[in-house]
């Protein structure tokens, strides 16, 4: 297994590696590439034009398509927020929402400072829902996804996976297919997380990986690196792209 | 799983579509929330001023 950091190292990888059948990507790597304010915006962007310079599809599995939407509709309603407490005068009835605004814009601005991309919580989403629908019964909060969400996950997701070039992996327990010469089973993964201490999704991804015939792991988790390295299955002719 | 309809990515695909992200979080918030929470506000105002005991109101 190779370790690869740098797009040059991934250039060189890609000059001797047939990876036309494609390459398996994680959801940091998906979300670097959507959000400017990602500290791995621009890394993300440049290995995905080399990716397309080199008509590599890229393959997820389901868990990080999950998780990529469930980013994107909480990266998109703070920045709602963001606008919507712009519009907004401090007033006696209304301090409850202004309050709620303020800390997700003060946290947006200081995120920005450090570099990161600022997301509201799950519980910043049903706060802001009943505040929001306490001013029209649940048509504003409506009128709210409609402008901030609607749009992306509505008419432009299709889109978006033609375009970024999304593929997604389903399989079921024990089953083969082109892209695996090994089955997956649920206990391998279950194995890679007692043994490396590593959650679910990324145990997934890890096992997946080592099971499939993609040799390239796009990912922008260093944990990936040492599971991957250790494991025996692993291939030599098989490389981590570390974002 | 079908091979055939494999999505492969566009260049500068990823720099628009983030562009995209951004302009929809950008966007002025919709006219009838923030007219709701100012409504709200008036109509709160303005019961707030009505329920006002009448004879307070005489006194004035």
């Known amino acids: 297994m190779q370790i690869l950091r740098t797009t040059q190292d991934l250039n060189a990888y890609l000059r001797k590696t047939d990876c036309t059948l494609g390459c398996l990507a994680d959801t940091g790597f998906l979300y670097g590439a959507s959000f400017d304010d990602d500290r791995i915006f621009d890394k993300s962007v440049e290995v995905h034009e080399l990716l397309a310079e080199n008509s590599i599809p890229i393959f997820a599995n389901v868990i990080s398509r999950m998780e990529f939407i469930d980013l994107l509709l909480r990266k998109q309603l703070t920045g709602g927020c963001v606008e919507l407490f712009e519009q907004l005068e401090r007033t006696s009835t209304n301090t409850e929402l202004f309050n709620l605004l303020k800390n997700i814009r003060d946290n947006n601005t200081a995120a920005i400072r450090n570099n990161e991309s600022y997301k509201i919580s799950e519980a910043h989403i049903k706060k802001l829902r009943r505040l929001i629908s306490s001013y029209s019964q649940g048509t504003t909060w409506k009128s709210f996804c409609a402008k901030y969400t609607g749009p992306v996950l509505v008419s432009e997701w299709k889109v978006l996976e033609e375009e970024l070039g999304l593929n997604f992996v389903e399989i079921t327990e024990g089953a083969t297919s082109e892209f695996f010469h090994a089955p997956l089973l649920w206990n391998d993964m279950v194995q890679i997380m007692g043994r490396h201490g590593m959650r679910g999704p990324d145990a997934m991804i890890v096992n997946l990986f080592l099971k499939s015939n993609f040799s390239l792991l796009i990912t922008s988790d260093s944990d990936f690196e040492s599971t991957t390295k250790d494991s025996a299955d692993s291939s030599p002719n098989k490389a981590v792209f570390v974002l | ?60």
Request: net charge positive; charged share 45%; aromatic share 2%.
């Open chain 2, 1 to 60: 799983m079908n091979t055939k309809n494999v999505n492969l990515p566009k260049k500068g695909a990823a720099r628009k579509w983030a562009q995209k992200l951004k302009d929809l979080r950008k966007q002025k918030p919709p006219k009838d929330l923030v007219d709701a929470i100012n409504q709200k506000e008036r109509k709160d105002r303005d019961r707030a001023a009505s329920s006002l005991p009448p004879d307070r109101e005489l006194e004035i």
